[in-house]
Nanobody, 126 residues
């Protein structure tokens, strides 16, 4: 089992920045690719970004490219999501997730991920 705990959410004005953190425990963090997803009220949970086990490769949904950066520190068992130039439409609950070696499917799909955090609320005011 892997336990994931997100932090860093909050209320910010449009144009502002937040950095989300997700700290893992339970198993070797570097064995897992990591992803960030978000769910706005009344909507499905959507992919935002993913990072490989080593941190050497990242991918993003088009709507956050150039504004959000995913990174990880395997020594600290933590993955980050730096969010800049925030917009009201970024308001959502943000989740981190961990994907093990033996799953199948796209890292853009939540079905690829084995473990999930509880989520942290991000609210962007206009």
């Amino acid at each position: 089992q892997v336990q994931l705990v997100e932090s860093g959410g909050g209320l910010v004005q449009a144009g502002g920045s937040l950095r989300l953190s997700c700290t893992a425990s339970g198993r070797t963090f570097s064995n897992y690719a990591m992803g960030w997803f978000r769910q706005a009220p009344g909507k499905e949970r959507d992919f935002i970004a993913t990072i490989t086990r080593s941190g050497g490769s990242t991918n993003y949904v088009d709507s956050v490219k150039g504004r959000f950066t995913i990174s990880r520190d395997n020594a600290k068992n933590t993955v980050y999501l730096q969010m800049n130039s925030l917009k009201p439409e970024d308001t959502a609950v943000y989740y981190c997730a961990a994907a093990g070696y033996y799953g199948s499917g796209s890292y853009y799909s939540e079905r690829r991920y084995d473990y999930w955090g509880q989520g942290t609320q991000v609210t962007v005011s206009s």
